[in-house]
Nanobody
C-alpha cells in the first residue's frame, strides 16, 4: 500500500525556479529508488532523475546542473528543485518509487509545470 502525491507545480517564467514535492505514504525503504519523470504533450514519459539511499542521485543530461533531487527532513518526502527553467521543461511531472529491484513501481498522479512568459 504505497501512495505518492506530487505538489508544487504551476506557471513560471523562463529562467525561474520551482520546487516540487513528492509525499510518500509510509516510509521509504533504504533499498528503494525514487525518481522524477516528466511527460510533455505528444511526447513519451522521460526520466528526469533518481535518488537512492545515501542521497546518491543521477540526472538526465537535459536537466543536469539545473535540477536537484533531495530528501526532506522527513524520510517520506522527496523534492525536485528546478532552476533556470526553460519552456522545453513544460510537462506533467511524476514521482516514482521502485521497490524490490523494480518488481514494484508506484506512481503519483502528476503535477503540471508550465514554463512560459
Amino acid at each position: 500500500q504505497v501512495q505518492l502525491v506530487e505538489s508544487g507545480g504551476g506557471l513560471v517564467q523562463p529562467g525561474g525556479s520551482l520546487r516540487l514535492s513528492c509525499a510518500v505514504s509510509g516510509s521509504i525503504f533504504s533499498s528503494d529508488v525514487m525518481g522524477w519523470y516528466r511527460q510533455a504533450p505528444g511526447k513519451q514519459r522521460e526520466l528526469v532523475g533518481t535518488i537512492r539511499s545515501g542521497g546518491i542521485t543521477n540526472y538526465a543530461d537535459s536537466v543536469k546542473g539545473r535540477f536537484t533531487i533531495s530528501g526532506g527532513n522527513a524520510r517520506n518526502t522527496v523534492y525536485l528543485q528546478m532552476n533556470s527553467l526553460k519552456p522545453e521543461d513544460t510537462a506533467v511531472y511524476y514521482c516514482n518509487l521502485r521497490r524490490n529491484s523494480g518488481a514494484y513501481s508506484y506512481w503519483g498522479q502528476g503535477t503540471q509545470v508550465t514554463v512560459s512568459s
